[in-house]
Each structure stands twice: as structure tokens, then as C-alpha cells.
């Protein structure tokens, strides 16, 4: 069975600041997608950020991005410069075969961004 | 536009009263499933499709049924809904083929008494 782990319920951070989201996950397939999808107030699901298992390159998108330790089964998402948008829950998510066993999620952390 | 949509967006009922809850995606996407969202527990997958009359059971499908008679459309069923199916639900759908990447709904509130 797929686990994903979110060991931060809730983070805090200031305004302009780096702060760094937690996850680590477990599978034993060779072939994954990790995820990280905010939610905000609105509930609207949006994903943020993708990795593909098999890349070792780290995904970048503008102010987020991602450390991929494939042996440590760890998948952090980093935000800089953080702003007062960025207020949201934060879910870690893995799919597994081939898309057919669908998202498996961790519990969340809830982003505060301090002004 | 790309989008998936739900009908209703929030409903209140009593325990037992059969429901359905719409899903339809104008993606052509092959795959479509069914997560419900409780405080403290994440997103968890009720039930999957990965096509036309193809359903699967997911994490939690206790107490729903689903039917994918139509590509676009995947309908979620409470035959006799519980307060425990109190939750925020969401249908999601992505292709088979390239990324992968699931695109969700907007979510539907369902409250019952």
C-alpha cells in the first residue's frame, strides 16, 4: 500500500520569507508522479508543483520548488519569497500505476503567511 | 474551457434519502474518480473509473456507487446517505496517456442530518 506522510500540521512564515513544507512517502513501485496541490480558502484544488519518480532533477516552478531524495522517499516543497496568497493548505500527493490507482494524499499543512 | 464541474455545490439532506452528486469533464479524458475530504484526514478516493463502463473501488467505498455510462460524465450515488458521509467531495479526471496530471472539481459540501 501507498503512504504519504505531512509531518507539519501547521507552518507559519513571514511575509518575503523561505519556508519549506515537509513530506515523505512510501511505495514499493519503480514508476510514480509526486505532487503538491494547494487548496485555499476557496477549496478549489490547484497543483502547484509535479515530479516525475524517474527524473533527478529537482522541479522548478517560478517561487516553488521541490527536493526529491528518491532513497530518502522524501519530497519537500520549498517557497520563496512568500507571499500573503500563498495562505493556503498544502497537500503532498503520490500516484502510482500508471495513473490507474489515482492520488494518494497526505494529511495537509496549513500555510500561515505572517505580514 | 478545460474544466470539470459539479452539481450541486453544497447540499444539506436528511439520513436516507437517496442523492446524486454530477460530475462531467469535456477533456476527452479517460479516467475519472471520486475523493472525499475530511479535516485532519486528507483527500481519500472513493471509487475510479478508467473508462466507459469501467469502475473500480478506491480507499473508502463504503456506502457510494458510481456509473460511467458516458465518457464526460461520472455520477456519484448515495443510495441511503449517513451523517458520516458529511464531507467535501471532489471529481477529478486526467488522461491516460502524458502527464497524468488530475484536474478537479470545485468541490460539492454535502451535509447530512
Known amino acids: 500500500a501507498q503512504t504519504v506522510t505531512q509531518s507539519q500540521p501547521e507552518m507559519s512564515v513571514q511575509e518575503a520569507e523561505t519556508v519549506t513544507l515537509s513530506c515523505t512517502y512510501d511505495?514499493?513501485?519503480?514508476?510514480?508522479?509526486l505532487f503538491w496541490y494547494k487548496q485555499p480558502p476557496s477549496r478549489q484544488m490547484i497543483l502547484v508543483i509535479r515530479?516525475?519518480?524517474?527524473?533527478?532533477q529537482n522541479a522548478t516552478e517560478n517561487r516553488f520548488s521541490v527536493n526529491f531524495q528518491k532513497a530518502a522517499k522524501s519530497f519537500s516543497l520549498k517557497i520563496s519569497d512568500s507571499q500573503l496568497g500563498d495562505a493556503a493548505m498544502y497537500f503532498c500527493?503520490?500516484?502510482?500505476?500508471?495513473?490507474?490507482?489515482?492520488?494518494?494524499f497526505g494529511k495537509g499543512t496549513h500555510l500561515i503567511i505572517q505580514p | 474551457e478545460a474544466q470539470v464541474t459539479q452539481n450541486p455545490r453544497y447540499l444539506i439532506t436528511v439520513t436516507g434519502k437517496k442523492l446524486t452528486v454530477t460530475c462531467s469533464q469535456n477533456?476527452?479524458?479517460?479516467?475519472m474518480s471520486w475523493y472525499r475530504q475530511d479535516p485532519g484526514l486528507g483527500l481519500r478516493q472513493i471509487y475510479y473509473?478508467?473508462?466507459?463502463?469501467?469502475?473500480d473501488k478506491g480507499d473508502v467505498p463504503e456506502g457510494y456507487k458510481v456509473s460511467r455510462k458516458e465518457k464526460r460524465n461520472f455520477p456519484l450515488i448515495l443510495e441511503s446517505p449517513s451523517p458520516n458521509q458529511t464531507s467535501l467531495y471532489f471529481c477529478?479526471?486526467?488522461?491516460?496517456?502524458?502527464?497524468?496530471?488530475?484536474?478537479f472539481g470545485p468541490g460539492t459540501r454535502l451535509t447530512v442530518l
Open positions: 477529478a479526471s486526467s488522461s491516460t496517456s502524458g502527464s497524468n496530471e488530475q484536474f
Open positions: 511505495t514499493s513501485e519503480s514508476d510514480y508522479y
Open positions: 515530479q516525475e519518480a524517474y527524473k533527478q
Open positions: 500527493a503520490m500516484e502510482t500505476g500508471g495513473g490507474a490507482d489515482g492520488l494518494t
Open positions: 477533456m476527452n479524458h479517460e479516467y
Open positions: 473509473s478508467m473508462n466507459v463502463e469501467v469502475t
